[in-house]
């Protein structure tokens, strides 16, 4: 919304609330992740230490359950379990087969009712590689585990690894189509073909929209040097299929599917959105904070302290991640609010503690939300309390029309 045009509408309409999940592999150092306090008196933990100037943006919830996510006499397949249920609430059908069926997840329950407004219906992100078959963790499909959303019982919606792709989405018509790989193969920018109409945009804008418009055309095209360096630099490894646009560092893909999914927001280009961080049971090592430990490994610590610590370390590196998200979230201005004041997020895993393997009082920050949220504490629910609780009340503030969301019991006071 720019101020200098609210004049020209008939009608100013308030800025819509967006909801979206980020999902967090393998457990926590428990000792290290969970602030002590309660109520709005709390303090962080180390872990959650980068976190600390968004403070009164969060909603740390415990006791939260994913009941499905425990075997129940299916044995052993916890990662994949953990990832099937997170956002549907539902028992995933012990195969490696075809014959998959799970039960639709909470963001495509928002997405049949509210997604025919915004261009895309919902979008998700991974930083792996989308799986809709084999077996892959102790007789579950891979589909289970590599896919966070699900449209119905039998169809995940695949997450989109390359940036390139999201970026396209976002901002182009599909390259199958012959024009964005002819403007690739050109080597133009996006902006190119706007700037006539942004330059005459701009001399209609107030100084501060023209700061504001000024703003935006620099992410955009910030994020597109950004991934024109990953195809740029990338180099094919044998047998594994890479897209262009992945960066080769895990923090560089990290931060730019962060900053797909803001520009996806402040775009209202959809309200819905994913991100799998990592798929649970993820050996991926993290050498920008000094661990080259595997970190599924490295979660079985079985309470050695040299793991632990390696463990403290990748979770403050996620938990300083999501904070830069935020931060970028809330300096984005809308409608006299900030981007995070109409955002709902939900960060967090179904998995406690990798060494335990336990599915109850999950890892769950709620941030953002502005005056629709009570912000700035600690909400302790009781125990076996369902997460998709949580996912129903969410979509009551979304207004989604919803009765149960998998194995809901009733709404969240939050």
């Not at 309409?13 to 999902?23: H, N, Q």
């Not at 099937?84 to 087969?97: H, I, V």
């Not at 039960?103 to 407004?117: L, P």
């Not at 989405?169 to 193969?185: C, H, P, Q, V, Y």
Request: with cysteine; hydrophobic share 35%; glycine share 8%.
């Amino acid at each position: 919304m720019l101020e200098s045009l609210h004049a020209a509408s008939i009608k100013s309409k308030a800025a819509p609330l967006r909801l979206a999940y980020i999902y967090l592999p393998n457990g926590v150092n428990v000792e290290k992740w969970f602030p002590k306090g309660s109520g709005k008196h709390f303090q962080l933990s180390s872990s959650l230490a980068p976190l600390a100037p968004l403070r009164d943006e969060l909603q740390i919830i415990q006791g939260l359950t994913l009941d499905h996510a425990r075997a129940n006499g299916d044995g052993a397949g916890d990662h994949a379990r953990a990832n099937a249920t997170f956002l549907t609430g539902c028992r995933p059908k012990k195969t490696s087969g075809a014959d998959i069926r799970l039960g639709i997840s909470v963001d495509q329950i928002a997405a049949q009712h509210i997604g025919h407004q915004t261009r895309l219906p919902s979008l998700e992100l991974s930083t792996d590689e989308a799986r809709r078959s084999g077996n892959c963790d102790s007789g579950y499909s891979c589909a289970y585990q590599y896919n966070l959303a699900w449209r119905s019982e039998t169809t995940p919606a695949p997450p989109i690894r390359d940036p390139r792709s999201v970026f396209e989405a976002l901002f182009g018509a599909r390259a199958t189509e012959g024009t964005n790989s002819d403007r690739i193969a050109r080597k133009k920018s996006v902006l190119d073909f706007v700037m006539q109409d942004a330059s005459r945009l701009q001399s209609r804008s107030s100084g501060a929209d023209r700061n504001k418009l000024d703003e935006y055309f620099t992410a955009v095209r910030e994020i597109e040097q950004r991934i024109e360096r990953a195809e740029k630099h990338r180099r094919d490894v044998p047998e594994i299929d890479v897209p262009n646009g992945v960066p080769s560092s895990y923090v560089e893909h990290i931060r730019t599917m962060y900053d797909m999914m803001h520009l996806a927001f402040q775009t209202d280009s959809t309200r819905i959105a994913t991100f799998l961080l990592a798929h649970d049971g993820s050996n991926r090592t993290f050498p920008d904070v000094g661990v080259n430990e595997a970190h599924h490994n490295l979660s079985h610590h079985q309470e050695d302290r040299r793991k632990l610590e390696m463990v403290a370390k990748i979770d403050t590196f996620y938990a300083g991640e999501f904070a830069r998200f935020l931060q970028k979230m809330k300096s984005t201005s809308e409608n006299h609010q900030s981007l995070l004041d109409n955002t709902m997020i939900v960060f967090g895993g179904g998995i406690c503690d990798g060494n335990k393997h336990n599915h109850e009082n999950l890892p769950i920050i709620l941030a953002g939300g502005g005056s629709n949220l009570q912000r700035g504490r600690i909400v302790k629910t009781r125990e076996e309390t369902p997460l998709t609780n949580l996912h129903l009340s969410l979509l009551d503030r979304m207004g989604v029309p919803s009765e149960r969301v998998g194995d809901s019991t009733g709404k969240l006071d939050i």
